[in-house]
């Protein structure tokens, strides 16, 4: 049971550049969410998902786009990077009626 | 926002003392998580407490949740080196119940050997 994958573990990117960050789950959560780590700021929600073809932003979704096809996958889509973007990326997932939420191991960003 | 706040910022302690982390949160909740992140790693799930509990406890862990000052307190006795991580409390709340965790900037806690 691999749990929550994300992909990659460490990207490069140069401001203007798109990329696709991958989250896959196997646990058959409906719940998928995308948060960003910054230091001394906890983590902010970005965007999240209830269920396959339903998102909503959360707190800082401007940048970022996502969609969800499928139940095991919630990719997030930077559209131009800028250095503001420069984080780490984790994506959580949970079942629906229970809060405990599983992470996976995070992508760590660097926008130049 | 209901964002928590945990205190301390960093802890230091030896092994095998207590270690106490509180955190404060600004609006009502369904519920209060803890959740740990060791260096570089995803965070994971320590315990949950509902918003009509008191206490709870789990092995070394003991939770205190207290809404009349949206207020929740982490215990971990008989610290280990294993122990140092950093640790957040996290609250979910009507209507976003289990979807949008909120969580605040987190405690360092450092066990020396």
């Known amino acids: 049971n691999a749990g929550v994958t994300q992909t990659p573990k460490f990207q490069v990117l140069k401001t203007g550049q798109s990329m696709t960050l991958q989250c896959a789950q196997d646990?058959?959560?409906?719940?998928m969410s995308w948060y960003r780590q910054d230091p001394g700021m906890g983590l902010r929600l970005i965007h999240y998902?209830?269920?396959?073809?339903?998102?909503d932003q959360g707190e800082v979704p401007n940048g970022y786009n996502v969609s969800r096809s499928t139940t095991e996958d919630f990719p997030l889509r930077l559209l131009s990077a800028a250095p503001s973007q420069t984080s780490v990326y984790f994506c959580?997932?949970?079942?629906?009626?229970?809060?405990?939420?599983?992470f996976g191991q995070g992508t760590r960003l660097t926008v130049v | 926002s209901q964002q928590g706040e945990e205190d301390p910022q960093a802890l230091s302690i030896q092994e095998g003392e207590n270690a106490t982390m509180n955190c404060s949160y600004k609006?009502?909740?369904?519920?209060l998580q803890w959740y740990r992140q060791n260096s570089g790693r995803g965070l994971v799930h320590l315990i949950l407490?509902?918003?009509?509990?008191r206490e709870k406890h789990s092995g070394r862990l003991r939770v205190t949740l207290d809404t009349s000052k949206k207020s929740s307190s982490l215990l971990i006795t008989a610290s280990r080196a294993a122990d140092t991580a950093s640790y957040f409390c996290?609250?979910?709340?009507?209507?976003?119940?289990?979807?949008?965790?909120?969580f605040g900037p987190g405690t360092r806690l450092s066990v020396l050997p």
């Open positions: 407490i509902r918003s009509n509990e």
């Open positions: 996290a609250t979910d709340a009507w209507p976003n119940y289990g979807q949008n965790f909120v």
């Open positions: 959580a997932s949970s079942l629906k009626g229970r809060t405990e939420a599983f």
């Open positions: 646990m058959n959560h409906e719940y």
């Open positions: 609006t009502s909740i369904n519920n």
């Open positions: 998902s209830v269920g396959a073809g339903i998102t």
